[in-house]
């Protein structure tokens, strides 16, 4: 194992912060894919891949999808293959997982699991008490009858509470071949015969009350997209009659469908929780002058939110633009990854930040170059480069330095573009990051200017052979 009782805390104060006052806390985990009969039932496990990788149909899809993506055939994954092969093969993919979350929480969870697997409270109730939870919110589909939530809210105190979680994915995709089956199971669990759009709302409305009832104080929307398609009960009545019958519904339909049932849910999930509609803080993912042009709109959006919700607690949740360390430009600008436009946005959002106080919090993305196997950007596959440190962790950019030099006290400068070798012109801007109030270009040995610096400073410099 690479882990030890401080992974992660490398600083004292982090350990201290941690060991002093995180470690001991209770956790509260508000998403979750756990059985809730397994709960009930205290489930024992008789390997490490059962309550690892599969157990009858459950288990962890983000494992799951790393294998596949890995070439694991399927029978070693959910299919009937022996489990040590099964585990075997997962062992084989977490080598090529380095830098993936999987990679140090599976360490986590082997380091504890090798430790507990043949004690006598590994069980499902004895790892949920022993790991510290004292609340777990579990995925459940309106259709679920929610038997065993209930069973387990019936014991006094079984050291934990299992709540359900309104998850209406299935309910959403009305486009989908199986829609007319799905709502005869809603009819059951419901007690409403779906007929029909009005009828459909009464039944989602009783499953909504139900979730409540036992417990549930959570919704989740899993939208791959979203298109706002504005519709009358009219032509969703017609929508959902299409879908019950089994006939093909056109996408722009889905997308109405889609449009009208959230809005109807915000509604039922009112009553009970009066931030359905307006909750307490707001925070926004952002990339205005990244996917979006013009850095300019991250002040016009904020400007007239708080314009118009003066009193609202507003935040930026994500914000950021990609770099490649070996990519440059002398005219920076969005999209083309060199490391110099990330300088630039960066000091703009830094500034941006300063002009609107009002935000309670921001979030850049990210301190690292992470794993996203979708992409095909900047040059580099399979990779997003929004970091301000590189991947392999080896590389600060340049960007990393502006936040060095506009939180941190200690003196220092540091000389942007430094990887840029390979000129066009035989006059360069000479930018530096520092937290000194001057600073002073020398080359090779001779002064060349000093100027003021807030935070950013510049000059230009004529290139001599």
Not at 329 to 353: A, I, N, T
């Amino acid at each position: 194992m690479f882990m030890d009782e401080d992974f992660l805390l490398s600083t004292e104060w982090a350990r201290r912060l941690y060991h002093g006052h995180a470690e001991g806390q209770p956790i509260v985990d508000y998403h979750c894919h756990l059985n809730p009969q397994q709960a009930y039932e205290d489930a024992r496990f008789d390997d490490l891949t059962q309550v690892w990788l599969f157990d009858n149909g459950a288990g962890d899809h983000y494992k799951w999808r790393l294998m596949r993506a890995n070439g694991v055939p399927e029978k070693l994954i959910t299919g009937d293959g022996d489990p040590y092969e099964k585990f075997l093969a997962y062992v084989r993919t977490m080598e090529r997982a380095l830098g993936n979350p999987l990679y140090e929480w599976s360490h986590l969870e082997l380091r504890r699991a090798n430790e507990r697997i043949a004690q006598p409270d590994f069980s499902a109730r004895g790892l949920i008490r022993s790991s510290g939870v004292r609340c777990i919110c579990t995925t459940d589909d309106p259709a679920s009858d929610l038997a065993w939530h209930k069973k387990l809210a019936a014991e006094k105190d079984p050291g934990f509470k299992m709540l359900p979680t309104f998850r209406p994915d299935t309910l959403m995709a009305v486009e989908a071949p199986g829609f007319s089956t799905y709502a005869r199971q809603l009819s059951k669990a419901s007690g409403v015969e779906v007929a029909g759009w009005a009828s459909l709302k009464a039944a989602v409305a009783q499953r909504v009350q139900e979730f409540h009832d036992v417990g549930g104080r959570l919704a989740e929307h899993g939208l791959n997209t979203f298109r706002f398609v504005p519709s009358t009960d009219e032509q969703l009545a017609a929508i959902v009659t299409r879908a019950l019958s089994g006939e093909p519904v056109p996408a722009g339909e889905a997308d109405a469908y889609r449009t009208a049932l959230p809005l109807f849910l915000m509604g039922e999930y009112g009553p009970f929780n009066r931030s359905a509609f307006v909750s307490d803080v707001v925070s926004w993912n952002l990339y205005l002058g990244w996917y979006v042009p013009g850095l300019w709109l991250n002040d016009l959006w904020f400007g007239f939110f708080h314009l118009v919700h003066p009193n609202r607690t507003v935040g930026m949740s994500e914000y950021g633009c990609e770099a490649m360390p070996n990519l440059h430009s002398e005219r920076p600008r969005r999209g083309d990854h060199s490391e110099e436009y990330q300088c630039v946005y960066h000091e703009y959002m830094l500034r941006f930040f300063d002009r609107h106080p009002y935000l309670w919090v921001t979030h850049v993305w990210n301190m690292f170059d992470f794993a996203a196997d979708a992409r095909n950007q900047g040059g580099e596959p399979g990779m997003n480069h929004k970091g301000l440190v590189t991947f392999d962790r080896k590389t600060k950019k340049d960007a990393f330095y502006l936040y060095k030099c506009w939180w941190n006290p200690e003196p220092m400068v540091h000389i942007c573009s430094k990887r840029f070798r390979d000129r066009a012109r035989d006059r360069i801007r000479v930018k530096v990051y520092s937290n000194q109030p001057q600073v002073t270009l020398a080359v090779n040995g001779k002064e060349v200017a000093t100027k003021a610096c807030d935070k950013v400073g510049e000059c230009s410099h004529q290139c001599l052979e």
